[in-house]
């Protein structure tokens, strides 16, 4: 069976967003917590111990999923753009430890990318949001260009997602 | 949305084998390093990063995963057995550590739990086997009794499975 090491900028799911402590009224984007992406594909993972790492997440343990639309895309792993309807959701989850255990806490965070190259066309086609404990009420993202394209534009040549396949 | 905070009993993936560093001859257990697994739904994860813990696995990021078959049953959660044809895989990932980060690093073990009422009646209805970087010529258990069911039983109620189904 085919063994791939992920470079870390392979692994680094995505960026999502530097999401802030600040909760902010829901934006016109138009975006919704995402429902049912636990059948999606489950893409990648990263555990983050601390809020002070170098890719500016949320300390948890990030479990990202893609959508059907984009897993062809996804596994290619070519340099074309998503199509449409692509959505990635991290799934960012609180953790407890028991000596070198890290073990499932719960949900801290629901955060999704999604691909529509118009109606986002200022932020490379992606939009983003994220709510804390997946709640729909309480979105984070007030200007995603700020809190989370900056970060994303370094993927450029990946259609600015982080996420890499990985067998 | 909500959210559901796992015991730690709950969250235990399931424990699967002691896998020692003891390569075995192939078995006559029936049981194949799976493909496909990764089309599977995501069930839990559980990163471990020192061999000396109490759940007497390997270090490693588990990824769990449960076929078609048996995720009905798991999303249940109550006493019932599963089905004869479900399969757990466990995909325990190495890691590589970038300050508070942990960053996946390829596979370590592919390891298996495949439910046969018949065949595997002396260990619960459960085939157990791993394999070295899933590698299908490198299959780690001798004695699915000691290495791996010894642990098991302390899951009797739950038909012998740790893992636990978490929104």
């Keep these: 069976m085919r063994q791939i090491l992920l470079s870390k900028q392979a692994i680094i799911a995505f960026t999502l967003c530097a999401v802030g402590t600040l ?7 138009g975006l919704k917590a995402p429902n049912g992406f636990k059948d999606w594909y489950f893409a990648n993972s990263m555990l983050l111990t601390t809020d002070q790492n170098k890719f500016g ?18 596994k290619r792993g070519d340099a074309s753009p998503y199509p449409d ?7 960012v989850r609180s953790y407890t430890t028991d000596g070198g255990a890290y073990l499932d806490a719960g949900r801290k965070f629901l955060t999704t990318m999604v691909k529509d190259s118009k109606k986002y066309a200022s932020t490379g ?10 709640d729909p009420s309480k979105p ?6 700020k809190q989370c394209f900056a970060c994303h534009t370094s993927q450029k040549a990946h259609d600015f997602a982080f996420s890499t396949y990985v067998d």
Excluded: S
């Design 23 to 29: 909760l902010a009224a829901a934006g016109d984007d």
């Design 140 to 145: 984070v993202v007030m200007d995603a260009a």
């Design 85 to 91: 309807g692509t959505v990635f959701v991290d799934d």
């Design 125 to 134: 086609g992606w939009g983003f949001q994220a709510w804390v404990g997946g």
């Design 57 to 74: 997440l949320n300390a948890g343990n990030h479990l990202i999923y893609i959508n059907a639309k984009g897993l062809e895309r996804f």
